[in-house]
């Protein structure tokens, strides 16, 4: 995967692309764009891989540009349409779920199939989402990984030659996250699952914390038709905890 | 025009159970409501509005009430609802209202009338106190997403002034707020509001300040030496800006502890100043939000406490946890306490070393009996502030309102030819 920029009007955003193939657009998780990430170069292999870091994450700007979730969505539509690719499958991580599916509702001729891992975006009253910036460090791990010491094979997109600190970086992408995720994630995505059309994978890690395995019942409920996945040993970043059951689960779905 | 005194007190709630602290608790936000009696906090609204109509006959030239939510530390949840039993029920101070949190009102002309009816009770007594609220308050009580805080405060602030200074109805197409026909009954009595604008050092707030010219507020209760390296970086930030470096329009916040005699301040204060600090018990992960504080300022303030360190952090722990003396809680400059010529000495110093024209006194801190807080108001009001009435005397006031300035005036003439025809 090679990182580069491109602007799309008002944003000029970091882009790792790589690989041939069908086209894959991937959306990152709430806390950051995993970098040229071992799961993306595997996927890289069959496919040609766009890995955009949403406005506001990072060093990719125009973040004040956006009022509300819409404006992300028809962004990511321009983002997308000037690849000039056609419909290509949309994997979509975490926060980066809610925004897949969206896209997938507002552009339904650009988009193929969607993957969802640990998507955001749904809210059951009966088992409420943990708040995920209140957790301290201890117990966000505890809450994300099925196994915490795995934490450490996360890769980043972080990069201290763009001058701020990690701790930096994190403020910068969980401010923008904030927007979308603050204090419910939970920007509509229910009333409208009725017309997403794609045929769609709901991925869960076992041990997911923070979107945990029952919220496939409802995704199932708001999507009849979706196909829904365990995965085991594997919390809320599954790509990175259960890298071969990710990457064989999505080149199985998306054939 | 002479240096302001107001009165005022955090509404802190004073039978939660001893060990409060060791439990775990958060004393924000989160915290069990099966620790509160609510026939006991009738009781203690009760105490507060009696404290500061006192206030308001003992010379102060302000009565400030402050916005907080879902915590014990400060039951406040509405300002505006104190503010007015004052309004009706006082004759002289100003009613400072510091503040109401603007992005928490929808629609934000809700704080523009109602400071208006206060307005128009107190005939002209009014200050307005605009807020950002604290992280805890305003991002996790009332789930305001912290990006959209400012913006958010900002769109309010517009709307509410020029609610007040229109002629005419008026169309609001904000990105919060969108309404057809603002046009608020009652209006203020006071041409102008004077508007203070408290904050905790980010620079955005300074600039607002100095560009509107408000009052601002560095509304700490950690004292001098605490405050010291932000509120230095403050003025020499305003003196490099051009902007007004007036101490009328600086406030600053500071626990008093007033009595006969030094022996008796520590006898009668001491564990009201411990529960004060002991049982705000601040969670880490309440008190900051990703967003709330913008990256630049973060940068400043971290640059300000480290070209100029103030209180060390394992003095601040120990004042937190109640684990000082008295007088160390004295000397670091989280209380100014002891007679009331100890007192008045210390004030000055402190007024002078901060360039500070407004402050605001807590007369009531924790725990303490009301009894004691009424002696404080007391003796701070007739054996402190008439003392200090020289400091600042050469500068204009324009944050301060007419009425309440004329009239706590009048009244200090008539209490000091009270005294002369006594003698």
């Not at chain 1, 040229?36 to 890289?44: E, I, M, V």
């Not at chain 1, 009333?191 to 994978?201: I, V």
Request: proline residues 7%; glycine residues 8%; contains cysteine.
């Amino acid at each position: 995967m090679i990182p580069g920029r491109k602007t799309v009007g008002d944003f000029d955003v970091r882009v790792w692309t790589g690989g041939a193939g069908s086209p894959i657009l991937y959306l990152h998780g709430w806390e950051q764009h995993p970098g040229s990430a071992p799961f993306l170069q595997r996927l890289a292999r069959t496919h040609e891989v766009i890995a955009p870091e949403c406005p506001g994450y990072g060093t990719s700007t125009g973040f004040e540009h956006l009022h509300d979730l819409q404006d992300l969505i028809l962004y990511t539509r321009e983002l997308l349409a000037s690849y000039g690719k056609g419909p290509v499958d949309v994997i979509g991580h975490s926060l980066g779920g809610m925004f897949a599916a969206e896209l997938a509702i507002a552009a339904p001729h650009l988009v193929r199939r969607l993957v969802l891992a640990a998507p955001y975006g749904l809210w059951m009253d009966e088992h409420p989402l943990p708040d995920a910036f209140v957790l301290m460090p201890d117990a966000l791990a505890k809450a994300q990984w099925h196994d915490p010491s795995k934490a450490a094979d996360e890769t980043s997109a972080f990069d201290p030659a763009a001058g701020d600190s990690a701790a930096t970086y994190r403020t910068i992408n969980l401010t923008t996250a904030s927007k979308f995720m603050w204090p419910i994630p939970d920007r509509g995505l229910t009333r409208r699952l009725r017309y997403l059309a794609a045929p769609t994978l709901v991925i869960h890690g076992e041990s997911d914390g923070l979107v945990p395995p029952v919220y496939e019942e409802a995704w199932a409920a708001g999507l009849p038709g979706v196909k829904t996945l365990r995965i085991a040993d594997a919390g809320h970043v599954p790509m990175v905890e259960a890298e071969d059951a990710f990457v064989t689960a999505v080149n199985d779905f998306l054939g | 025009m002479k240096m302001k005194f107001h009165w005022f007190a955090e509404a802190t709630y004073p039978h939660l159970p001893d060990d409060f602290p060791e439990r775990g608790l958060s004393s924000w936000v989160n915290t069990p409501r099966e620790l509160m009696d609510p026939v006991k906090v009738g009781e203690m609204y009760h105490m507060f509005i009696r404290l500061m109509q006192q206030a308001d006959r003992d010379g102060f030239d302000g009565l400030a009430v402050n916005e907080h939510h879902q915590t014990p530390f400060a039951m406040t949840p509405s300002p505006n609802l104190l503010a007015a039993a004052l309004a009706s029920t006082t004759q002289n101070a100003a009613i400072l209202i510091i503040g109401d949190s603007l992005a928490l009102y929808n629609p934000p002309t809700r704080v523009a009338e109602e400071m208006a009816y206060m307005d128009c009770v107190t005939g002209g007594r009014v200050i307005a106190g605009f807020v950002f609220g604290t992280p805890m308050d305003s991002v996790f009580a009332y789930g305001n997403p912290p990006p959209e805080l400012r913006d958010r405060f900002h769109e309010a602030r517009k709307l509410i002034q020029r609610a007040w200074d229109a002629k005419e109805p008026f169309a609001f197409n904000g990105r919060y707020t969108k309404l057809r026909y603002v046009n608020t009954w009652p209006k203020p009595v006071q041409e102008k509001i004077p508007i203070w604008v408290p904050g905790s050092g980010s620079l955005e707030t300074w600039d607002l300040v100095i560009d509107e010219n408000y009052c601002y507020g560095h509304l700490s209760f950690s004292g001098l030496h605490s405050a010291k390296p932000m509120v230095d970086a403050y003025w020499d930030y305003v003196e490099k800006r051009g902007g007004d470096m007036n101490p009328h329009r600086m406030a600053f916040t500071q626990l008093i502890c007033c009595a006969a005699t030094d022996a008796e301040a520590e006898a009668k204060y001491y564990e009201a100043v411990r529960y004060f600090y002991r049982m705000n018990t601040l969670q880490p992960a309440f008190t900051m939000a990703p967003g709330y504080t913008s990256i630049r300022s973060q940068q400043a303030m971290a640059e300000h406490i480290k070209n100029s360190p103030g209180l060390k952090p394992e003095d601040r722990a120990r004042a937190q946890k109640g684990e000082m003396s008295f007088w160390e809680y004295d000397d670091k400059g989280y209380i100014i306490a002891g007679t009331p010529q100890r007192v008045r000495q210390r004030v000055r110093d402190l007024a002078k070393d901060l360039r500070i024209g407004q402050l605001i006194g807590c007369l009531h801190m924790g725990d303490l009996v009301e009894e004691v807080a009424g002696e404080n108001t007391y003796l701070f009001g007739n054996e402190v502030i008439p003392h200090l009435r020289d400091l600042w005397a050469d500068q204009p006031d324009y944050w301060t309102p007419k009425v309440s300035q004329q009239r706590v005036a009048a009244r200090a003439q008539a209490a000091s030819a009270a005294k002369v025809a006594a003698q």
